[in-house]
């Protein structure tokens, strides 16, 4: 039997025990599965109070269920919803019951989802910000998908394939009749004006796509610099929280260390590295290692010094924030930073001056990490992309546009064929051709249930 013709069920709501769970169960069998349990089969989308039993009649649960008839449903299939009492042994009785009727078996992850995909509910761009809105940290993560969950970019992906067809007709046309004199010339202009336009709404999206690239993944952080200068108390500091040793000894940390923060609804994650110097010891080698790449791939590093240590090597690391620690330490206990309120030093460089131990100068940092991460980002508003399969598809599009308006005036056939790439890429975009592998790898990353 297809997949798809199988009843799945799955448990769509959070971890156990819990005060209520939700069972989730769609295909042609979520109807007799419902009249078994319920006794009945209730009002389409009117939640009702029944007494659960199993096919022996012995009870499982008091429990709310909705029965949701396609095609009007999530999916598009039968769907029955159990909201039960959320104890395991509850949800062991109830999928034990679910897995003795025929054709029914739990679902595998995203299965749901995929299956309103394959029945039109959604299309692939909606389905990924689904998967984005469920994965949101930060206030900021959600308002981007629940933008993109509106089929922005599918209903935008929609009218310009749309539109090349169109354009792709006309020029077809052109072919057709070659041998008319002046008409093939008549429909290559309106099809070369709607290519251009096209192509330049096209180019717009892309330009702004990073900002929503980077939003989904986040800003990172590294703290890096010599041994014993501060850098894990920093981390504890910024986490609220200890997550690292702090110890006077030189090469305690000899591991990467991440904390994710949401500093003003942008999500960064912070990296303690180990300390940057010269070692004998094998194991601290590998952790200075590490620590090098780490802060030459992050977005941001902040290089701690102190009075005992100035600015190490930093081979690899450019354009980092100087964070000067200790400050309460030096002549005159002066807890401020040693240049501008904003950090900015006369020389165009950055420099903070802290106390990690004691907190100076930490929310001043921390202001002015908000501030980088509102210009890495920028606002997202208007972005449309969320992922790079997108953003490859929409280039590949914009890339055979041009090459179809280069060369339609010298060979009508190779326009028409750049034309007829350009709407199959769009089509891979929307999910809707050739895109079978593409589906297991984005399915399979959804939670179960989902």
Same mark, same amino acid.
């Given at each position: 039997?297809?997949?798809?013709?199988?009843?799945?069920?799955?448990?769509?709501?959070?971890?156990?025990? %819990? #005060?209520?769970?939700?069972? *989730?169960?769609?295909? @042609? !069998?979520?109807?007799?599965?419902?009249?078994?349990?319920? =006794? $009945? /089969?209730?009002?389409?989308?009117?939640?009702?109070?029944?007494?659960?039993?199993?096919?022996?009649?012995?009870?499982?649960?008091?429990?709310?269920?909705?029965?949701?008839?396609?095609?009007?449903?999530?999916?598009?299939?039968?769907?029955?919803?159990?909201?039960?009492?959320?104890?395991?042994?509850?949800?062991?009785?109830?999928?034990?019951?679910? %897995? #003795?009727?025929?054709?029914? *078996?739990?679902?595998? @992850? !995203?299965?749901?989802?995929?299956?309103?995909?394959?029945? =039109? $509910? /959604?299309?692939?761009?909606?389905?990924?910000?689904?998967?984005?809105?469920?994965?949101?940290?930060?206030?900021?993560?959600?308002?981007?998908?629940?933008?993109?969950?509106?089929?922005?970019?599918?209903?935008?992906?929609?009218?310009?394939?749309?539109?090349?067809?169109?354009?792709?007709?006309?020029?077809?046309?052109?072919?057709?009749?070659?041998?008319?004199?002046?008409?093939?010339?008549?429909?290559?202009? @309106?099809?070369?004006?709607?290519?251009?336009?096209?192509?330049?709404?096209?180019?717009?999206?892309?330009?702004?796509?990073?900002?929503?690239?980077?939003?989904?993944?986040?800003?990172?952080?590294?703290?890096?610099?010599?041994?014993?200068?501060?850098?894990?108390?920093?981390?504890?500091?910024?986490?609220?929280?200890?997550?690292?040793?702090?110890?006077?000894?030189?090469?305690?940390?000899?591991?990467?260390?991440?904390?994710?923060?949401?500093?003003?609804?942008?999500?960064?994650?912070?990296?303690?590295?180990?300390?940057?110097?010269?070692?004998?010891?094998?194991?601290?080698?590998?952790?200075?290692?590490?620590?090098?790449?780490?802060?030459?791939?992050?977005?941001?590093?902040?290089?701690?010094?102190?009075?005992?240590?100035?600015?190490?090597?930093?081979?690899?690391?450019?354009?980092?924030?100087?964070?000067?620690?200790?400050?309460?330490?030096?002549?005159?206990?002066?807890?401020?930073?040693?240049?501008?309120?904003?950090?900015?030093?006369?020389?165009?460089?950055?420099?903070?001056?802290?106390?990690?131990?004691?907190?100076?100068?930490?929310?001043?940092?921390?202001?002015?990490?908000?501030?980088?991460?509102?210009?890495?980002?920028?606002?997202?508003?208007?972005?449309?992309?969320?992922?790079?399969?997108?953003?490859?598809?929409?280039?590949?599009?914009?890339?055979?546009?041009?090459?179809?308006?280069?060369?339609?005036?010298?060979?009508?056939?190779?326009?028409?064929?750049?034309?007829?790439?350009?709407?199959?890429?769009?089509?891979?975009?929307?999910?809707?051709?050739?895109?079978?592998?593409?589906?297991?790898?984005?399915?399979?990353?959804?939670?179960?249930?989902?």
């Amino acid at each position: 039997m297809h997949p798809r013709e199988q009843t799945i069920f799955a448990l769509s709501s959070g971890r156990l025990p %819990s #005060a209520i769970a939700l069972v *989730r169960v769609s295909g @042609p !069998g979520a109807g007799v599965a419902l009249t078994t349990l319920a =006794g $009945k /089969l209730p009002m389409p989308r009117m939640a009702t109070r029944v007494l659960l039993h199993d096919v022996s009649q012995r009870p499982i649960d008091d429990a709310v269920v909705l029965w949701f008839p396609g095609p009007a449903s999530a999916t598009g299939e039968d769907i029955a919803e159990f909201h039960v009492h959320g104890g395991r042994a509850v949800l062991a009785a109830l999928f034990s019951t679910l %897995s #003795a009727f025929e054709n029914m *078996r739990a679902a595998e @992850p !995203g299965e749901f989802t995929r299956r309103a995909f394959e029945n =039109g $509910k /959604l299309d692939l761009t909606e389905a990924e910000a689904l998967d984005d809105l469920i994965h949101a940290d930060t206030d900021r993560q959600r308002r981007q998908a629940l933008r993109q969950m509106k089929g922005l970019l599918g209903d935008k992906a929609r009218d310009w394939r749309a539109q090349i067809i169109e354009a792709s007709a006309l020029i077809e046309a052109g072919i057709d009749f070659s041998d008319e004199g002046d008409v093939p010339a008549e429909l290559h202009k @309106p099809a070369l004006a709607k290519i251009e336009k096209l192509l330049g709404e096209i180019q717009e999206v892309l330009a702004a796509q990073g900002q929503s690239e980077r939003l989904r993944d986040g800003l990172v952080v590294a703290i890096a610099g010599p041994p014993n200068v501060g850098k894990s108390t920093l981390i504890n500091q910024l986490a609220r929280r200890e997550v690292a040793i702090v110890s006077p000894h030189a090469g305690t940390t000899r591991d990467v260390i991440e904390i994710q923060l949401d500093l003003d609804g942008y999500p960064v994650t912070v990296i303690d590295t180990a300390g940057i110097r010269e070692t004998d010891d094998p194991v601290e080698q590998e952790g200075v290692r590490r620590a090098r790449a780490r802060a030459g791939e992050a977005d941001l590093v902040l290089w701690m010094v102190d009075t005992q240590h100035g600015a190490a090597d930093r081979e690899g690391v450019s354009g980092a924030w100087i964070v000067r620690n200790k400050i309460d330490l030096e002549t005159g206990n002066a807890a401020r930073p040693r240049e501008s309120a904003n950090g900015l030093r006369p020389d165009g460089s950055t420099e903070f001056g802290i106390s990690a131990a004691r907190g100076d100068g930490v929310q001043e940092l921390i202001a002015a990490i908000v501030i980088f991460a509102r210009d890495f980002f920028g606002t997202g508003e208007d972005a449309l992309i969320g992922r790079e399969r997108q953003r490859k598809l929409l280039q590949q599009t914009a890339d055979m546009l041009h090459r179809s308006i280069s060369v339609i005036g010298s060979g009508e056939e190779l326009a028409a064929e750049e034309l007829r790439g350009a709407a199959v890429a769009l089509g891979r975009l929307l999910g809707r051709v050739d895109v079978e592998d593409v589906l297991d790898v984005i399915f399979r990353e959804f939670c179960i249930g989902k």
